[in-house]
């Protein structure tokens, strides 16, 4: 006898850059394992500093509200990320 409930391999996970490309784009190149996550981590910290400086929250308030989303970074890291400060 066969099963037939179907069985979804599909996980539902939110796209993080969701202002850059679509969900099945996103989806296409997360399964393949084309997403790098740090990078994608950057460019949220990156967006939610220029949301809080558009609220006029001071930039070292931000980065502050911001290391309490990401306690494992330091303030001088997330000033780096989101300066574009390069090594």
Not at 6 to 25: F, G, V
Not at 52 to 66: G, H, P
Request: net charge positive.
């Amino acid at each position: 006898m066969r099963d037939t409930k179907a069985k979804s391999t599909t996980q539902i996970r939110t796209n993080p850059l969701s202002d850059l490309i679509s969900d099945e784009i996103y989806e296409l190149l997360y399964t393949r394992g084309l997403i790098n996550e740090k990078s994608v981590r950057d460019h949220q910290i990156r967006k939610k500093f220029q949301d809080l400086r558009t609220k006029n929250v001071s930039a070292t308030e931000a980065i502050d509200l911001i290391r309490e989303e990401y306690p494992y970074l330091q303030f001088d890291t997330i000033r780096k990320i989101v300066y574009n400060i390069q090594k």
